[in-house]
């Protein structure tokens, strides 16, 4: 299909004009195609570096792209990122519009009330819950691997799932074949495929929300229907399972048990939407954690496989510290070399280099250009905003003698999330290390 440079798509034309109103264009962009304009040619793989090359081409660290009126921006670097999502954050927090899980709300009063209440009863400097459990998964996990060797992958996977899970229900998750487990797994994967920009026809062309789910076309808004179904059921099962266990020998301290005890009487009518709101919270805890905790494992185990003398020199610094004991939180801050090569291994290959994009609420003008009220915001992680950042190398993080240089940005300050949509579930991943 040839793309003519002469024909301007009506959606392009009346998105020009209005950023003329302003004197000030849109962001580069690929060209794109009549009607169309770049709706087919989002990057559905290899997104991150897709949005990269992009920015590389048109030499811009922020670059746009328009589908049917829909404006997506994307911004490759860091600073970008902070400079909208955080330092603009009262524009830039809103979401794409699902009304489950929070995370995913727009910004606004139902999102405030479940931010708050998951705050409140979680606060990372609060480690009564957090530590034992990690204590006791991270055994856990060790013995399991030890068992299946070859299965590194799922061990990690349902371990750490259902360690997110018990700090969220407090009841027994089994690893493998859970049926909790099993639904938050396929509610997440459901989740991303509908988050994806450009995958998602109905945020481009909302009149297909209304068309039946058999036309053409549609195939995300039956993914809608089917996700709305299994969502309900991964919000309410395990809620419901743990609300019949409090109290009893199963159940250990988690965010459900504080949350509901700070209720008083959960059977009170006055107190039945606060329940509801921490059903709503406490779901959220598989769906911002499993992948951001099991990607950053992950990326820590590929990248010491590829740096064996990065990797010897883990060994040796845990083997003078913890002379044959197993390590615990207390030592972290006698194992700098361990906590840089995390803090590398996340910079180097971010487990989650495309987030969950933001929206923003109002018109804005940044630097040279218009951005547009509702436009998609995708923050690039995958941009190596550091000197010779495509080397591994953890001594980027140290001062001379040999501390964790506070100067240097501290990439799990960017890589779960920005300004009030950043996840407080990033303490986690040091966690668990």
């Not at 996977?157 to 229900?169: P, Q």
């Not at 003078?320 to 006698?334: A, S, T």
Request: charge should be neutral.
């Amino acid at each position: 299909m040839p793309r003519y440079s002469s024909v301007v798509s009506p959606w392009t034309y009346y998105l020009r004009r209005r950023a003329s109103k302003q004197q000030l264009p849109l962001p580069p962009g690929p060209k794109g195609w009549p009607i169309l304009g770049n709706a087919l040619d989002m990057p559905l793989e290899n997104m991150a570096q897709g949005y990269a090359k992009w920015g590389k081409e048109l030499n811009s660290d922020i670059v746009c792209a328009t589908a049917l009126g829909k404006v997506v921006v994307v911004l490759n670097s860091v600073d970008k990122a902070l400079d909208l999502l955080d330092q603009r954050s009262a524009k830039y927090s809103s979401r794409l519009g699902f009304d489950y899980p929070f995370a995913l709300l727009p910004y606004g009063d139902r999102w405030k009330e479940r931010r708050r209440m998951f705050v409140q009863h979680f606060r990372p400097a609060d480690t009564s819950i957090i530590y034992p459990q990690a204590r006791e998964f991270v055994r856990r996990f060790l013995v399991q691997l030890k068992e299946m060797p070859e299965g590194f992958f799922d061990v990690t996977r349902g371990t750490m799932g259902a360690f997110i899970m018990s700090l969220a229900y407090g009841f027994p998750i089994k690893p493998r074949g859970d049926p909790h487990l099993d639904l938050a797994e396929a509610t997440i994967k459901m989740v991303g495929e509908i988050i994806t920009p450009g995958a998602n026809f109905i945020d481009v062309l909302p009149i297909l929300k209304y068309l039946p789910t058999w036309a053409p076309g549609t195939s995300n808004n039956r993914k809608a229907k089917e996700y709305s179904y299994m969502s309900e059921r991964c919000r309410s099962a395990p809620f419901n399972e743990a609300l019949s266990k409090l109290g009893s020998d199963e159940a250990r301290p988690s965010f459900v048990s504080v949350a509901l005890s700070a209720l008083g009487d959960i059977n009170d009518e006055a107190t039945a939407y606060k329940k509801e709101v921490v059903k709503d919270t406490a779901a959220m805890f598989y769906m911002a954690g499993t992948d951001t905790i099991i990607g950053s494992i992950l990326s820590w185990v590929w990248a010491l496989l590829k740096n064996p003398g990065v990797q010897a020199r883990v060994h040796a610094e845990l083997d003078e510290v913890l002379k044959g004991r197993m390590p615990d939180f207390e030592d972290q801050e006698k194992l700098p070399y361990l906590m840089a090569t995390l803090m590398e291994s996340t910079r180097w290959a971010p487990p989650v280099p495309i987030g969950v994009p933001h929206m923003n609420t109002e018109d804005d003008v940044y630097g040279d250009y218009f951005i547009p009220k509702d436009s998609i915001i995708v923050a690039n992680l995958w941009q190596k905003d550091y000197p010779n950042g495509a080397t591994y190398d953890p001594s980027r993080f140290f001062t001379p003698d040999r501390k964790i240089d506070q100067r240097v940005r501290d990439p799990f300050t960017v890589v779960f999330g920005f300004g009030r949509r950043q996840a407080y579930l990033l303490l986690l991943p040091t966690s668990v290390a």
